[in-house]
T-cell receptor, first 115, second 114 residues
């Protein structure tokens, strides 16, 4: 079974600074997808960024970028120029088409942004 | 842009009662997923449907059942409710022409069992 691990229960960052959230996963598959979801206090799950495992290039979405290390099974999220609105719970998630299209989530990292 | 709609947003039930949660996917999305997020937990996959057929099944209790209707909306039926069923229930939808990886989540239904 696939597992996703987020080793940082909480992180804090100063506004306008950069922060990196860590995620590791375990799988024997070679073709899969990885995601970062943001869950603000409203509890809405918002897709931040996704990475296809077959792509070597790291995904980027505005201030959000990932460092995907396939051999190390590592998928970290970097948030640049942090804003107060970035404060939320961040979940790393894995999906493998061969094992069904469900998302397997990590335990989450709570990000606090200090003004 | 249209989003996934879930109703009701909040629901309070007593133990042993039944509950029905509804999900209306984004237009032209033919796949629906249900997730359960307990207090302080990460979301756990329950069940999914593609073109009105069950496609995958996760850790869904036998007391729960779900289906997808001809208009693609889905309902999660929960019977003999237990205190441990108190959670946030998410529905997500995805469009077939962009693969299963683009899952868009609804706002969730918060179920409280007393």
């Amino acid at each position: 079974a696939q597992t996703v691990t987020q080793s940082q229960p909480e992180m804090s960052v100063q506004e306008a600074e950069t922060v990196t959230l860590s995620c590791t996963y375990d799988t024997s598959e070679s073709d899969y997808y990885l995601f970062w979801y943001k869950q603000p206090p409203s509890r809405q799950m918002i897709l931040v960024i996704r990475q296809e495992a077959y792509k070597q290039q790291n995904a980027t979405e505005n201030r959000f970028s990932v460092n995907f290390q396939k051999a190390a099974k590592s998928f970290s999220l970097k948030i640049s120029d942090s804003q107060l609105g970035d404060a939320a719970m961040y979940f790393c998630a894995y999906m493998n088409n061969n094992a069904g299209n469900m998302l397997t989530f990590g335990g989450g990292t709570r990000l606090m942004v200090k003004p | 842009a249209a989003g996934v709609i879930q109703s009701p947003r909040h629901l309070i039930k007593e133990k042993r009662e039944t509950a029905t949660l509804k999900c209306y996917p984004i237009p032209r999305h033919d796949t629906v997923y249900w997730y359960q997020q307990g207090p302080g937990q990460d979301p756990q996959f329950l069940i999914s449907f593609y073109e009105k057929m069950q496609s995958d099944k996760g850790s869904i209790p036998d007391r729960f059942s779900a289906q997808q209707f001809s208009d693609y909306h889905s309902e999660l039926n929960m019977s003999s409710l237990e205190l441990g069923d108190s959670a946030l229930y998410f529905c997500a939808s995805s469009p077939q022409d962009r693969g299963p990886y683009e899952q868009y989540f609804g706002p969730g239904t918060r179920l409280t069992v007393t």
